[in-house]
């Protein structure tokens, strides 16, 4: 059994916070191989065991789901609604429906910004998003969670809520 050092355990998770902030990591190999490339030659165990210890959790992003530091969630959202506001001032976003379906359609070359910044954002609602040219289409499971992100959405437009029926 190896001999556990209290000092490299602390450093470890430090540079695993570090990492994660710089990196969108998705996967406990991908921070194995992170970690090795800096000197610290670990299992995946280990690494299991430090993310649980340091409460990561599962984050979604553009990218897919990657590790985030609990603490920084909330800030990370806020920064991205605050983006995708930016945004919808700067481009116009009409909205029309399709069933369960919403369809954003903006100027052309504008869409995979949009869902970009709609992924990283706080909505949340979507079961995803797919982006053309200058149309987006958001997905849904059912008409409350449409209803909900469309009066998000609209906020975050700078608009009143709206009937999406």
Known sequence: MAVLNPAAKRVRQR??????????????????????????????????????????????????????????????????DDRLARLLETIPVTVGRSGLILVLRGPVGSAQALAQAIDESSLEEQEGTLAGDDTVLVLFADDERLARWHARFRRLQGLPPASTG
């Open 15 to 80: 540079l695993i916070l570090e990492l994660i902030a710089q990196f969108p990591v998705h996967s406990q190999e991908e921070l194995v191989d992170l970690l090795a490339a800096r000197g610290f030659n670990v299992t995946q165990a280990t690494v299991s065991r430090d993310i649980a210890e340091l409460g990561l959790v599962k984050a979604p992003r553009a990218t897919g789901h990657v590790y985030a530091a609990p603490g920084t969630l909330n800030r990370n959202l806020a920064a991205a």
